[in-house]
């Protein structure tokens, strides 16, 4: 079974910088894209970024320029280096994985971490 484990989270000023990490775990035959979620306190889950097993990435507008996705793909682990934080990226991140096993598509989510940027 795939799970995906995160972690990094924290609590930080604003201004400052965390780097989460989620490493995918499992019987996958073929790892298409991972990518970063994020949900505040009521309000929807919305996409953060995403990077392909190419490396392709895309990113949400709020975090251009301050957030970078990468990953390692021997490890199946995807990476956000958050920079420049600000109070509105107060959320619980979750990670998320898109792979094949040798019979169909599977879409896992991991457990989520809270990031808070607070002074």
């Known amino acids: 079974q795939v799970q995906l484990v995160e972690s990094g989270g924290g609590l930080v000023q604003p201004g400052g910088s965390l780097r989460l990490s989620c490493a995918a775990s499992?019987?996958?035959?073929?790892?298409?894209?991972m990518g970063w979620y994020r949900q505040a306190p009521g309000k929807q889950r919305e996409l953060v970024a995403t990077?392909?097993?190419?490396?392709?990435?895309n990113y949400a507008d709020s975090v251009k320029g301050r957030f970078t996705i990468s990953r390692d793909n021997a490890k199946n682990t995807v990476y956000l280096q958050m920079n420049s934080l600000k109070p509105e990226d107060t959320a619980v991140y979750y990670c998320?994985?898109?792979?094949?096993?040798?019979?169909?598509?599977?879409?896992?989510w991991g457990q989520g971490t809270q990031v808070t940027v607070s002074s």
């Open positions: 990077i392909t097993s190419g490396g392709s990435t």
């Open positions: 998320n994985a898109v792979f094949s096993t040798t019979m169909h598509t599977e879409e896992v």
């Open positions: 499992g019987s996958i035959f073929r790892l298409y894209a």
